[in-house]
């Protein structure tokens, strides 16, 4: 025999034929063949030879069958796989079987041959010889919805279930969430990741957090981005009509599409429940109370017109993040004095509309015993307790209960959802874009058939007469509550499996003061400047969409900035400022008198 028919394969320089088999001669002179050279793993530089792992493998009574085979690795170029054929009376093992299966094949193994990767099938593929077809394991996994290679970033296991359906078709399910999936992140009890960045929050304030933590905010501050936008477009719609009047047909449409539903101003207030529920006072809540106080001084602006009062600028009292805020901490105070009673999570959630109707109530009352327009009238609505007797009973009251009912039973649920998720990143961008399209076919619906009229709907009550219920006080129940929150829902999915990356960092960091600048935003000379631009471009509709574009752009990722920054720098000076002067002072008290 010269070589191998049809192959390079030939003899050696020594006259010896490389058949590509492994094996060992014993002290008796046997030859035992141990395999193919071609199907060793080669980890890292450490040779594993697969007979020796499937030997070491069998004995386990569901386990009719294994295969070690060689997968990619990103870092070590490749690692051991198996391939676990099933005997036929576990061949209908739960998912929770099969981890429990692939725990103990890998407890077994220990950390020397540690698998990257473990498919449980219902038979191994074979040639026509009856060999096992090792070589092709990988590739035949891949092709049916495997991974492309081990996790090199994570120490992970992948379990597949690659049993074939009632279609008859291989097909791979994950039972281990792939590395940077949102499963992965919830993955444990603690919900937090050996890895830990460092981020800012709006008050530029540095923490160390961990993956999970990052993602959460991030999501957040995505929503908020898509809350600000309707939020502003609303008030255009509101207050500005001539200029959206303006718009073509198609943007008119859009932008109705975009604001006739009412549920963006709730997105702050679920968003903030849920980054809140962990968390006792924080610096947020004094800077909200300070907002409360501190937002009228804008009206001795330049800017403001001079036939404006007061009690009824934007720039003054009537200052739109004003009420946001009271309600905030209002919510804040409710939730943080029953938490330290002891009072439970349900029972918060069922005291939370009885606490959103009297506080509002106790404020109108309150400043009912003062004279309008007087001095004390004018004080009570600069400390706040006069805001909710300016008609907004009904948005005090939805957001009030939107922040204890998500502050107390939104982690579970999204713990739950997040784990049950997508364990691909292409099942999460599938799961994503459905998201997108049933979030767009419910607002299309709405819009169509005038139900988006039913979640501003409130049920107004008329209580019986009683002395411990004055006639003055309002009884608005939010009954359309609940469509907002599926809304919100919709968008949370959305973005947490199919984000949008056009966000800038700087915007995200910015919506405090994006919320400060509403004002500015719906100020003449800006609404001018923005319906002359819409104005020149009466008859294109992508021209228009791109002076939008641009005045947003500017409004969230340069001015509220810009305005961000001057804030930090402000309130930090004035720190130092006061620390240097109470060290003055304290240099003084402790000086040493000098004796007559």
Known sequence: MKGYEGTDSGLTDDGLLPTGDLGYLDTEGFLWLVGRKKEMVNRGGETLAPQEVEEALIGYPWMQEVAAFAVPHGQLGETLGLAVALREWPSRASSADLLAYAAAL????????????????????????????????????????GPEEANSRD?????????????????????????????????????????????????????????????????????????????????????????????????????????????????????????????????????????????????????????????????????????????????????LTLRAIGISKGAQVLLALPYAVIWPNLCISACSLAVPGGRTDIVLRWVGIGIPQTGIVNKLIASTVTYVVCLNGLP???????????????????????????????????????????????????PPQSPLWPSSWQLPLPVGLPLSWLHIALLAIALAYLPFTAFSTAALRSLLAALLLMPVVMHGTTVNLLWAGIHHFQSSSAAQLLVLSMFFSIFLAVLAPLLQTLCLRMCRAGCRCLISRGGDIRSVLHKPQRSA
């Open 106 to 145: 890998q407890e077994l193994l220990g950390c020397t041959q540690t698998p990257g990767l473990i498919a449980f099938l219902d038979s191994l593929p074979r040639t026509a010889a009856g060999k096992v077809q090792r070589l092709s394991l990988f590739d035949a996994l891949r092709s049916a919805g």
């Open 155 to 335: 120490v992970r296991c992948i379990v597949l279930d690659a049993r074939r359906g009632s279609s008859g078709q291989l097909y791979c399910r994950h039972l281990v969430p792939s590395t940077g999936t949102v499963a992965s992140l919830f993955l444990n009890n603690e919900g937090a990741c050996t890895e830990a960045t460092e981020i800012e929050d709006s008050l530029g304030q540095r923490r160390k957090v961990s993956q999970r933590e990052r993602f959460e905010q991030e999501l957040v501050l995505q929503m908020y981005i898509v809350a600000i936008l309707g939020v502003t477009l609303i008030h255009f719609r509101m207050y500005a009509q001539s200029m959206m009047s303006e718009l073509t047909p198609p943007l008119q449409l859009l932008t109705m599409f975009l604001t006739e539903n009412k549920w963006h101003l709730q997105v702050f207030f679920a968003g903030a429940a849920y980054l809140d529920r962990e968390q006792a006072l924080i610096a947020r809540d004094l800077v909200s109370i300070i907002l409360v106080l501190v937002l009228p001084l804008m009206y001795w602006l330049p800017i403001v017109p001079s036939n404006q009062g007061l009690t009824d600028s934007w720039f003054g009292l009537q200052h739109p993040a004003r009420w946001f805020f009271l309600c905030l901490s209002a919510a804040r105070f409710f939730s």
């Open 412 to 462: 579970p649920v999204v713990r739950y959802l997040a784990r049950a998720g997508p364990n691909t990143n292409q099942g999460e961008r599938q799961l994503g874009l459905w998201a997108w399209l049933l979030l767009t076919a419910c607002i299309l619906l709405e819009l169509c058939t005038g139900w988006y009229q039913l979640e501003q709907q409130t049920l107004h009550v008329t």
